[in-house]
C-alpha cells in the first residue's frame, strides 16, 4: 500500500476481466492510513486482504519483521472486517516466531476469536543466494515443522478438506479455515504457474528464487 494510485489503477483494469477473487497481501502497517482507499477497492473488485505475521504475539511481529512506531496487526484485522473485507492471517514461521504446537494452538485461538476467515502457516524457505539473510534463514528455519503441524491438526481431529496444487493442504479445525503451505513457488508442470512475478529492472519471473526463472 506505498502506492495506493497504483492499486487502483490494477483494480480498475482489472474489473473488466471479471476474476472472481481479487486479494492484496500486506504487512498491515498501512491499513489504518488507507481506510478510504479500502473501502474504494471494495467497490472496484477486491475481495480479501492478507496479512503477513511471523508471530502470534503482536509485540514480537513487530520487532522481528522490523516495524516501527505503533502496530497491532489483531487492530488491522478489525478495521479490515469492519469495511466488509474477508480476511487471512499467513504466517511465515522461524524459530524467533511461532514454531511449536503450543504456541500453535494459542494463535488458533486468537484467530477464533478475531473471526478470521483463513489462516495460513508455513515455513521459512532459504533464498538461492548467500548473504545476511540466507545466513539467518539457514539458523533460524524449521525444517519439517509443517509436515508435523499437519500431523498435529488431524490428531487434534481436524478434517482435510483440499489438497492445493503447490501442495498446500486445507484443513477445517473446530469450524477455522487453516491451510499448512509453503513459500515456494515452482512447478514443473507448464500449465500450472503460481505466480507472475513483476521485478522493477523489468524482468518477469516465475519464481524468485532462480535468476534463470525468466519469462520476459
Known amino acids: 500500500m506505498l502506492y495506493p494510485d497504483q492499486i ?6 482489472l474489473q473488466r476481466h471479471q476474476f472472481p477473487l481479487v486479494e492484496l497481501q500486506t504487512n498491515g502497517t498501512l491499513i489504518e492510513k488507507n481506510v478510504e482507499n479500502l473501502k474504494r477497492w471494495r467497490t472496484l473488485g477486491l475481495d480479501l486482504v492478507c496479512i503477513s505475521i511471523v508471530s502470534e504475539d503482536p509485540a514480537t511481529n513487530n520487532h ?20 466488509g473485507f474477508s480476511v487471512r492471517l ?52 524449521v525444517e ?3 509436515k508435523r503441524l499437519s500431523l498435529y491438526i488431524e490428531w ?15 484443513y477445517d479445525l473446530n469450524g477455522q479455515n487453516v491451510c499448512i503451505g509453503n513459500c515456494l513457488t515452482g512447478s514443473t508442470d507448464p500449465d500450472s504457474t503460481r505466480q507472475i512475478i ?10 524468485w528464487r532462480f535468476p534463470g526463472a525468466r519469462i520476459l
Open 8 to 13: 487502483g489503477l490494477v483494480l480498475n483494469t
Open 64 to 83: 522481528l519483521m522490523g516495524i516501527k512506531g505503533v502496530y497491532n496487526y489483531t487492530h488491522a484485522v478489525h478495521t479490515l472486517q469492519e469495511i
Open 90 to 141: 499467513n504466517v511465515t514461521m522461524t524459530r524467533q516466531g511461532l514454531h511449536t504446537t503450543g504456541e500453535f494452538k494459542q494463535f488458533m485461538a486468537r484467530c477464533y476469536h478475531m473471526k478470521v476467515d483463513q489462516v495460513t502457516l508455513r515455513e521459512v524457505t532459504k533464498p538461492n543466494c548467500c548473504g545476511p539473510v540466507a545466513e539467518w534463514i539457514s539458523h533460524n528455519n
Open 144 to 146: 519439517g515443522f509443517a
Open 156 to 170: 487434534c481431529g481436524g478434517t482435510r478438506l483440499l489438497e492445493l496444487p503447490h501442495g498446500g493442504i486445507i
Open 198 to 207: 513483476y521485478f522493477p529492472d523489468g524482468r518477469i519471473m516465475y519464481d
